[in-house]
């Protein structure tokens, strides 16, 4: 909004501000709480009505939308290869994160190092993170573990990492 004379006032008149978050000046203050675990995203509109020295007012309309940590829904699985070629394959799941980015994933650790010669793969889309594995040798007997990272602007900081989920790998 530009124009009018100071001071202002501003006042919300239409919906509602999230809970512990406040209103100054055309600025919201605070955090937005977590949306539902169930909720891909969350929602919140409101208006502000905006009034210079004289009287004169404008309005805006704003919507926000909070969408879910990412998160897994299957933190764990097994991949296991019997005979040769020692190769498994095995998927998990994840929810949330923000539309349209890209999620990847990152390995924080292996329980055992791979066979020298070894392949592994983790690769995440649409919601299903598959897991590959190729060994040269039988008898490995390992755990890896996995984070998300979301590529949205807050992954810089961490904000937009998972928690942790293992593949057992067994060849």
Same mark, same amino acid.
């Given at each position: ?39 891909? #995203? ?11 020295? #004289? ?54 650790? #292996? ?17 299903? *993170? ?40 067994? *060849?």
């Amino acid at each position: 909004m530009t124009g009018g004379v100071g001071p202002f006032t501003y006042t919300l008149t239409g919906g509602s501000l999230p809970q512990g978050m406040g209103l100054s000046a055309l600025s919201l203050t605070g955090a937005f709480p977590p949306p539902p675990a169930a909720a891909l #995203f969350l929602p919140w509109k409101f208006a502000v009505t905006v009034a210079d020295a #004289f009287g004169v007012t404008g309005a805006l309309t704003a919507v926000y939308y909070d969408y879910s940590h990412i998160a897994w829904t299957t933190p764990s699985a097994t991949c296991a290869a019997a005979v040769a070629p020692f190769q498994c394959a095995t998927t998990l799941s994840y929810f949330g994160g923000t539309p349209n980015s890209t999620q990847t994933v990152k390995v924080v650790g #292996f329980s055992a190092p791979l066979p020298a010669g070894s392949s592994f793969s983790a690769v995440a889309k649409g919601g299903t *993170v598959t897991v590959s594995v190729s060994t040269p040798k039988v008898n490995y007997f390992g755990t890896v573990t996995l984070v998300l990272i979301d590529s949205d602007p807050c992954s810089t900081s961490g904000g937009c990492q998972s928690g942790t989920a293992t593949v057992t790998i067994r *060849v």
